[in-house]
């Protein structure tokens, strides 16, 4: 395959002609919006700045970034994302975004298949997904998206750790869906998952760390309070969450990249 060619899916790119097809059946895509994808399929998987998107996309102008957002959603559309509920342009949070399902340009990437798609050339990688509500009351539903919020915010500002933004993990909202599949689609080594169950006056949250390529539960913690103040509530359950994630996460990267260190070679 050229190297001016990138494939993700079902779907072709030619950054050199700027064309994209689907099963060879050309796709009609804005010409921003194709410059975005072009841009994103150049760097094999690694996270592209907000920054650097806009001046790549409109060099030389000033444009709000509102507009990379637009052009980014209709990219989405085209891809026909909602549709298949897979995403390939994955919003990095507070960062930019990043196409997975193509070859890494880090070749310790390359080794199979699934590393490409999933492991990482972008680093340490988590998405939180959408708490399963088991009260079978609406209003909780409201409750703990509040509370996955407040962990995305708070795990985005750990400097090493690239976390998913919602609008990318909440496609699997609702749905069963198995972390590994999740691992390779979002391109995450990490997915952080939890339920909601509101009994009385009382509401108990379970949350559990678990390692994409493995399943593999690294961290679970139950917690059991009072519904008396809701916001208070979130800001404990997530604050508790975060500070127990961080050290979980480094204990695993740390096993990891034992893991994959080479044995020293022995003397004849």
Not at 110 to 128: E, F, I, K, Y
């Amino acid at each position: 395959m050229p190297d001016s060619t990138v494939m993700f899916g079902r779907f072709r790119i030619d950054l050199g002609e700027r064309k994209l097809t689907r099963d060879g059946t050309p796709v009609r895509v804005n010409s921003r919006a194709l410059e975005i994808l072009c841009v994103l399929a150049a760097a094999r998987g690694e996270i592209v700045t907000k920054d650097e998107l806009m001046a790549r996309v409109w060099p030389g102008l000033v444009v709000e970034e509102n507009a990379l957002h637009v052009h980014v959603s209709g990219l989405r559309k085209a891809l026909d994302e909602e549709k298949r509920g897979e995403s390939f342009i994955v919003t990095a949070q507070g960062r930019g975004y990043r196409l997975v399902g193509v070859p890494y340009s880090d070749p310790e990437c390359r080794s199979t298949a699934d590393d490409q798609q999933s492991l990482g050339a972008a680093g340490t990688s988590v998405a939180v997904m959408a708490f399963q509500n088991m009260s079978g009351d609406p209003e909780q539903e409201y409750f703990a998206d509040g509370i996955v919020e407040d962990i995305i915010t708070g795990l985005a500002r750990i400097r090493w750790l690239l976390v998913i933004a919602r609008n990318s993990s909440f496609i699997y909202k609702g749905k069963a869906v198995n972390v590994k599949q999740v691992g390779r689609e979002l391109g995450v080594r990490y997915v952080l998952e939890g339920s909601v169950r509101k009994v009385g006056e009382r509401v108990r949250i379970a949350v559990q760390l678990i390692e994409t390529q493995t399943g593999t539960h690294l961290w679970a913690e139950r917690y059991d309070r009072l519904l008396d103040d809701i916001f208070a509530l979130q800001d404990q359950i997530a604050i508790g969450a975060i500070g127990a994630i961080e050290p979980s996460l480094r204990r695993a990267e740390i096993e990891r990249v034992k893991r994959k260190r080479p044995e020293k070679p022995r003397r004849l």
